[in-house]
Structure formats: structure tokens, C-alpha cells
């Protein structure tokens, strides 16, 4: 492996450089950030990672308010814990026919390790600070048992 595989190899250490080298680019936060939360990205790796994540879905809620169109949430764990189901749900709300053989799903890596307890709270009071009402209601199943009080 070079360049940049070499570099950032696909595990908890690459992925923990890839954010430091991230994280070392401070103009966002220098020009664009006010001290609020300056402060609340300090302690969160990849945080601009984390606060694209949060405007994307303040932005997708909002839309999808605003245009009334349909929609649907769906999350990772409901394909590993109740995937038959899932599946059904989504064709359903597509409306469109089974068809075909459905594979079973593959559950992935999970990334919990990749941080630390300290870094997952964090993360957390970032969400919950910076979501709408709307958006915390669907990050906030991310707590993993971190007991961040609810959003008022």
C-alpha cells in the first residue's frame, strides 16, 4: 500500500490519524465558528465530520417538512435486529412488489471502540446541542447508555 491507504489504513489507528489530520485545519473554526461552539467541537475527533452529520440531518428534516413529502426512517440496527420486517416496511412504503430471492443482511463493522467514553459524550452533547428538536429525536438512540438528559 502508498499514498494514502498507507497512511490511513482501513482500522481504529488509521482512522484516528485521518481525524487528527482533519482535526488540524482550524480556519472553520477560526473564522466561521463562534466560541460556543468552538468549545463544544474542541473535545469531539472528526469534528467536522460530526457537524456536517448533524447539518445534514437538521437540513433533510427540515426539507422534508417544508416540501410535506413522504418519508421514511430507517437505521442499521433495525436490519440486523428485525430485517425481515424492515425489508417489508421499506418495499411497503415504496410500494413496491417483493421480487426475487432476498438476501439475508450482513451486519458490519461497528465503531464504538473508536472512541473513548469521554469522546462518545462528547459527541453526544454536540448532537444534542446543535440538532433541531426533530433531529435529536432521531440521534438520540446514539446515547449508547451515556444517560445525555433529554433535549428541552
Keep these: ?87 417489508h416496511r421499506l418495499l411497503e412504503f415504496l410500494e413496491l412488489p417483493q421480487t426475487g430471492r432476498v438476501e439475508e443482511f450482513k451486519a458490519g463493522k461497528r465503531y464504538t471502540d473508536y472512541y473513548s467514553s469521554m469522546e462518545r459524550l462528547a459527541i453526544l452533547r454536540l448532537m444534542k446541542e446543535y440538532s433541531s428538536h426533530e433531529t435529536w429525536g432521531v440521534l438520540r438512540r446514539f446515547d449508547l447508555g451515556l444517560a445525555i438528559p433529554e433535549k428541552s
Design 1 to 87: 500500500r502508498t499514498g494514502w491507504a498507507a497512511r490511513f489504513p482501513n482500522n481504529k489507528f488509521g482512522f484516528r490519524q485521518w481525524c487528527r489530520q482533519e482535526d488540524s485545519n482550524s480556519l472553520m473554526i477560526q473564522r466561521w465558528v463562534d466560541k460556543k461552539l468552538s468549545a463544544a467541537l474542541a473535545a469531539v475527533p472528526c469534528r467536522g465530520e460530526f457537524f456536517r452529520y448533524i447539518q445534514w440531518h437538521n437540513f433533510a428534516i427540515a426539507t422534508i417538512q417544508r416540501l410535506g413529502v413522504p418519508s421514511m426512517t430507517l437505521f442499521y440496527e433495525e436490519y440486523i435486529s428485525r430485517f425481515r420486517e424492515t425489508h
